[in-house]
């Protein structure tokens, strides 16, 4: 790596700051009904993509820490009736477990190649992979959220 790991940390800290920040905004001020609305059959909830993206956040940089965390993929897309409150608070909780685990790295760990089930790659590059994976979902929420409020707007006949 031609980057100490610290200030490869530091990057990726900033970005997922960023990324959370834009988490926060597209579930603000919204319902419990409209975080859980989809906009059709075989789509995800904008209370289940930020659900979804957290765990997945975890648990890449966590790996890439060197740090095993117990994840259940499956059961961020079944939450429900979560309020915007209870959303922001698993952000802020995410965030923080995101930095110690970021904080943690090593030149050897962003080297070392990383087996996945789906495929091994080095530290650095399953970095990356969080970092892509999250701006993809929450632009999928943002949609989501935008979908969702036209379709409340045109039962409302407004």
Do not use: C
Request: charged share 20%; aromatic share 6%.
């Amino acid at each position: 790596m031609t980057t100490a790991p610290g200030a490869t940390a530091a990057l990726y800290a900033g970005y997922f700051h960023e990324a959370h920040q834009a988490m926060r905004e597209v579930v603000s001020g919204l319902s419990p009904a409209l975080l859980d609305w989809k906009p059709g059959t075989e789509t995800n909830s904008i209370a289940a993509l930020i659900a979804h993206t957290l765990d997945s956040e975890r648990g890449l940089t966590a790996i890439v820490a060197s740090t095993a965390l117990p994840r259940d993929r499956d059961a961020a897309f079944r939450v429900s009736g979560l309020s915007a409150d209870d959303l922001v608070t698993m952000i802020d909780a995410a965030e923080r477990d995101v930095d110690g685990f970021l904080a943690g790295l090593t030149e050897q760990r962003l080297d070392a190649p990383i087996e996945r089930p789906m495929r091994t790659a080095s530290g650095a590059w399953w970095l990356l992979h969080a970092a892509v994976h999250s701006r993809e979902h929450i632009g999928q929420a943002a949609l989501t959220r935008q979908l969702a409020e036209q379709a409340m707007a045109a039962r409302q006949g407004t």
